[in-house]
């Protein structure tokens, strides 16, 4: 799916023993920088993926293989968005803290901090509803929302083709849903959340800043904690949350996700540089400013480059 939307070359890489069993692999995928350097990626637009790693194999044994394979391929190196164990070649770099939640089977032992039970109580006050749907119109309701939340913050929002591949291919299929807020007919806020074998994954939040404020947001929040404790998932993973963002590191904390480091590991011929492709103060202003197909247009033309 992200291959097809950025068009990628995407391939796994395996390690394979004499009998062609594969021991391990990492979904992987091609991806060229602004300066047309190639570099390869596992996997870009994820805030988390292991390698995988077939029980009994020796892990460094397994990503020694992998190395000497990146090392002598044509790439300039492959990032893992995960930690893997240490060796030469190998450099791992904090990209921030992961939040999640073994969840509990008696949603009793949910305890959110006042603060969040506080909201959430004045959204279930004033009626909020949330609903569940995997349906294109489900999806095409939070872009707007999403578009709305992406200019407010002065970043482009990633093409409208991603979101449609994400319902055809990913949550049409029952492999994810959206959860709308909703008020009197206005949708105050939406989530897109992806689920596979016993996991649930909160991967996209969105709000109408031109709203009142209502707690609207936390009832997702609630509501989801509830639908996973209903439906039997063992974890629920609210993503990556950036060092310095200490509001929503608190935030998440609150709700009782456990904040863990998130640690990327780069496997290159010499240590990796630190640039990658930001916005400025500049263009974030004009991005705020501007009407919502500026901050559409700017996804359409750079997002791919901030793999």
Known sequence: MIADCYHFDAFVIAVLDEQSEILAGLPTVAAHSPLDRLRWISLPFTDVCPALFRAGVDAREMVGAVRDYVLAGPATGLQVRDALPEADGLYPVQAGYIHKMDVPRDPSQL??????????????RMGVKITHGNAAEDVATFYRLHTLTRRRHGVPVQPRRFFDLLQERVLA???????????????????????HNGYLVAKYHASD???????AGHLIEWDMMLYACNEGFRSLDVGRTDADAEGLRFYKSGWGFVESP????????????????????????IIRSSPLWVCRTAGELLYRWTA
């Open 111 to 124: 305890h959110p901090h006042k603060r969040h039970r506080a909201s959430r109580n004045v959204a279930v």
């Open 262 to 285: 998130l640690v990327y590991t780069t496997i290159s011929r010499t240590p990796p540089s630190e640039g990658t492709l930001t916005v400025g103060e500049l263009p974030k202003r």
């Open 173 to 195: 299929p029952g492999n994810g849903l959206v959860a709308t807020a909703t008020l009197d007919g206005e949708v105050y806020a939406a989530a897109v959340y992806l689920q």
């Open 209 to 215: 800043p031109g709203l009142p404020s209502i707690g």
